[in-house]
T-cell receptor, first 114, second 113 residues
């Protein structure tokens, strides 16, 4: 089954404690992205990756890092989380090459930073 | 900069009625896609319908259809014969290149029994 998986699905942590949210896709997609969803703001892109070792900032990159060492994986790293990063996070992927209409989303990760 | 505006934060309609969700966008791109996503309480993002900007014909998926007015930069979603399972947050989105999707702030739709 074609899918994007994220782990963990729920996470409660404390300010300053480094964490990683994993994202993996099994569709050999070139493009992957991270979004955060906040009430009243919709989804906003944090980072995206066009291929292995190629990443770029989205609209709200501050406080986040990403890496793309393998095509299938695109982890989101919060080195020193703060309460304003409490949010719902989505990973997504698409084939690229003009195939943006086939965007696949993961199930979401609910992060709470206290 | 690309923007997407959903002017209706929340709507309620009776089951079996038809409802239209509004969306406008602004862009200087010539090649793009438009989407409507549904987010039920499970939080999963579900693609409802998509429209390629170069296609004049409005997209339709069963009870869901769009009214795409390219010159007016408008992309509304019509849900016919609404069902209780249509209760969700709906996001309008604009996509360009291979990696950029801009989302509106969402419309929360309640289908009342």
């Amino acid at each position: 089954e074609a899918q994007v998986t994220q782990n963990p699905r729920y996470l409660i942590t404390v300010t300053g404690k480094k964490l990683t949210v994993t994202c993996s896709q099994n569709m050999n997609h070139e493009y992957m992205s991270w979004y955060r969803q906040d009430p009243g703001l919709g989804l906003r892109q944090i980072y995206y990756s066009m291929n292995v070792e190629v990443t770029d900032k989205g609209d709200v990159p501050e406080g986040y890092k990403v890496s793309r060492k393998e095509k299938r994986n695109f982890p989101l790293i919060l080195e020193s989380p703060s309460p304003n990063q409490t949010s719902l996070y989505f990973c997504a992927s698409n084939l690229g090459a003009g195939r943006l209409n086939e965007q696949y989303f993961g199930p979401g990760t609910r992060l709470t930073v206290t | 900069a690309q923007t997407v505006t959903q002017s209706q934060p929340e709507m309620s309609v009776q089951e079996a009625e038809t409802v239209t969700l509004s969306c406008t966008y602004d862009t200087s791109e010539s090649n793009y896609y438009l989407f409507w996503y549904k987010q039920p309480p499970s939080r999963q993002m579900i693609l409802v319908i998509r429209q390629e900007a170069y296609k004049q014909q409005n997209a339709t998926e069963n009870r869901f259809s769009v009214n795409f007015q390219k010159a007016a930069k408008s992309f509304s979603l019509k849900i016919s014969d609404s069902q209780l399972g249509d209760t969700a947050m709906y996001f309008c989105a604009f996509g360009y290149r291979d990696d950029k999707i801009i989302f509106g702030k969402g419309t929360r739709l309640h289908i009342l029994p």
